[in-house]
């Protein structure tokens, strides 16, 4: 299981491990430090000032919010288990 934070910043991997007496292990990932909204922000102006295609499309944006929206009420039902992806 992957995990991230992106308010503090943090991403770590979750790994069954063990033989007959499986245990859960936690490995944190190691990740850059930056301010990734104002990035998106910047990227955006940029976009809007040269004419060039943003990085991530009006499409990509709606199904990303889609997605996020199906976790969250997932998660609000108590639903556990994969996530359908429309």
Same mark, same amino acid.
């Given at each position: 299981?992957? *995990?991230?934070?992106?308010?503090?910043?943090? &991403?770590? !991997? #979750?790994?069954?491990?063990? =033989?007959?007496? /499986?245990?859960?292990?936690?490995?944190?990932?190691?990740?850059?430090?930056? *301010?990734?909204?104002?990035?998106?922000?910047? &990227?955006? !102006? #940029?976009?809007?000032?040269? =004419?060039?295609? /943003?990085?991530?499309?009006?499409?990509?944006?709606?199904?990303?919010?889609?997605?996020?929206?199906?976790?969250?009420?997932?998660?609000?039902?108590?639903?556990?288990?994969?996530?359908?992806?429309?």
């Amino acid at each position: 299981m992957y *995990d991230s934070d992106y308010q503090l910043q943090k &991403a770590a !991997v #979750s790994r069954k491990e063990g =033989g007959s007496v /499986p245990s859960l292990h936690v490995y944190d990932i190691s990740t850059d430090r930056r *301010d990734t909204l104002n990035e998106e922000i910047l &990227a955006f !102006v #940029s976009s809007v000032q040269t =004419g060039m295609r /943003p990085l991530v499309s009006g499409s990509d944006g709606r199904r990303a919010l889609a997605l996020a929206r199906t976790i969250t009420e997932c998660i609000t039902k108590g639903i556990t288990g994969f996530v359908p992806v429309q």
